[in-house]
């Protein structure tokens, strides 16, 4: 098990927190030591909207480790609308078909177990359609 | 500086091995590789590889490999760059030579991907992506190009259909190659009916994993004994460049920056422009990234790779063939061996000795590497001695 790994990104997966850099204004996700825009140190912390749209996607009928039990799902480019991309899976589809360019909102959902039968589930964001309504 | 020149080349062929162990794998490469030099004694062994500790529980592979070829008391490490591993201790054991500081190096490239089998010998190939960011997402390398095509679909407008030419190009050169997993040509109609894997990936699209070594001796051409001089192939670029790591952390993620500066970096060296060569084995670990290198390497303009590629510019008998003995896809995809068999495979070239795939007249060959998606980018121009 994992479990500092995952605990210590808990704000990163549970509320897409990432930066600010104080320097250039750009926003950072994820969070990275060191501004990829100005080269200035980046510490002040920035929660995103959770809005964005697909940039690209693709679907696996085969997962790795972890993610077996989970096929088929699909993976996206989520381009938030502060600027950023993520790689994120995409939720709540329904029928509805993926295009890029659709426009796409955080949801937090399970994400994995982490090892075998007792593991500790790993809950994160994934993306849904905008729009999309829990049918009750 | 007295140059930097391949004296010995080796390889195995790429397979499912199941009776050969990592350091028997890696010295089926070896000696063949030394007593190509002439018995050159090499004073150092950098090793190209990525699963090693991860599929084989085993690390610190610089000692076991060279105990187990009996190179016993000299210097050895394992240079790790994930698909561009071996291409790094290529790298490794030029810089070595160029220094001045050793004479004569071996370079291994070696992986051992099937002492295992199974759903988590796949993850161990996603760790070379972001495990926080991109893994944690259920991303593989394979979804990985997956995205990557979707979105060249997207933005040149290109037929998913047309992506068949790199296959079947690849698959024509390893037919003719002893060393090839796949030692048959495909038709279009076999490319077209392959089923779908990571859209809009499919499975001829993918190159497969598979175990394999291959090996050379580097020296300086001064210390060539005389009968090698004939064969040697000078090193004359040689250049490393990283990406972010992660395609979503990048402003143009179809651009493969460090492939291009990489491209660029060898070229200048050897005072050359990438149309001077005569091949460029580059590295079609899925079908898009043959057509992102290319066109990186300014051999395409963006977005037209895959029509260049219909009219038969990059077959061996086009005017700048790829892939030459099979590439990833036919030759199969040893990972952290690779980039030394894309290297052996440039010096059978030269030295012309590729068989019934001899490009004929060849001087000058542009290799490349990439680990990831071009996260890292490892790129030589060789060339045959005058």
Known sequence: MEIPRHWRINPQRYELIGEECPHCKIKIFPPRDVCPNCGGEAKEEYTFSGRGEVYSFTTLYDGPAGFEEMTPYTVALVKLEEGPVVTAQLTDLGSTGVEIGMPVEMVTRRIRSDGDERGMLIYGYKFRPVGFTTAK | ?386
């Open chain 2, 1 to 386: 500086m007295s140059e930097v020149v391949i004296a010995g080349i080796g390889q195995f062929p790429v397979g499912e091995h199941w009776k050969i162990s990592l350091r028997s794998l890696a010295a089926r490469a070896i000696l063949p590789a030394i007593r190509d030099a002439g018995s050159l004694k090499p004073q150092a062994l950098y090793v190209g590889n990525f699963l090693g500790p991860m599929a084989s529980h085993q690390s610190n592979l610089g000692t076991l490999l060279a105990q187990n070829a009996g190179l016993d008391g000299i210097e050895s490490f394992t240079v790790e760059a994930a698909g561009a591993s071996g291409a790094g201790a290529f790298r490794m054991g030029y810089l070595a030579v160029a220094s001045g500081y050793v004479d004569v190096v071996l370079v291994v490239g070696v992986e051992k991907y099937t002492d295992m089998v199974g759903p988590q010998l796949e993850a161990y190939t996603t760790t070379a992506m972001d495990y926080d960011y991109e893994v944690m997402a259920g991303l593989t390398p394979a979804a990985q190009a997956g995205l990557l095509m979707q979105r060249y679909l997207h933005e040149y407008d290109a037929p998913r259909a047309a992506f068949g030419a790199f296959p079947l190009l690849a698959h024509a050169n390893g037919a003719h190659n002893p060393n090839a997993m796949f030692r048959k040509a495909i038709t279009p109609e076999t490319y077209a009916k392959a089923g779908m894997a990571t859209p809009p990936l499919n499975q001829f699209d993918i190159s497969p994993h598979a175990d394999g070594a291959a090996a050379v001796i580097l020296t300086r051409s001064s210390l060539l004994p005389r009968a090698g001089i004939e064969q040697a192939v000078r090193i004359t670029g040689s250049s490393v460049v990283i990406d972010r790591l992660a395609p979503h952390d990048r402003p143009a993620p179809l651009a493969f920056e460090a492939a291009a500066l990489s491209v660029e970096g060898a070229c200048r060296q050897a005072g050359i422009l990438p149309a001077d060569v005569d091949f460029f084995e580059l590295s079609d670990v899925y079908s898009i990234y043959a057509a992102l290198s290319l066109e990186a390497a300014g051999c395409a303009p963006r977005g037209e790779a895959w029509k260049m590629a219909q009219e038969g510019v990059f077959g061996l008998k086009g005017t700048l063939p790829i892939s030459t003995m099979g590439g990833f896809k036919a030759r199969g995809n040893p990972l952290g061996a690779a980039g030394v068999y894309q290297i052996v495979e440039a010096v059978q070239q030269l030295r012309g000795q590729a068989g019934e795939n001899q490009i004929s007249g060849a001087r000058r060959a542009l290799v490349q590497s990439l680990g990831g998606p071009a996260s890292t980018a490892v790129t030589h121009v060789l060339e045959r001695c005058p």
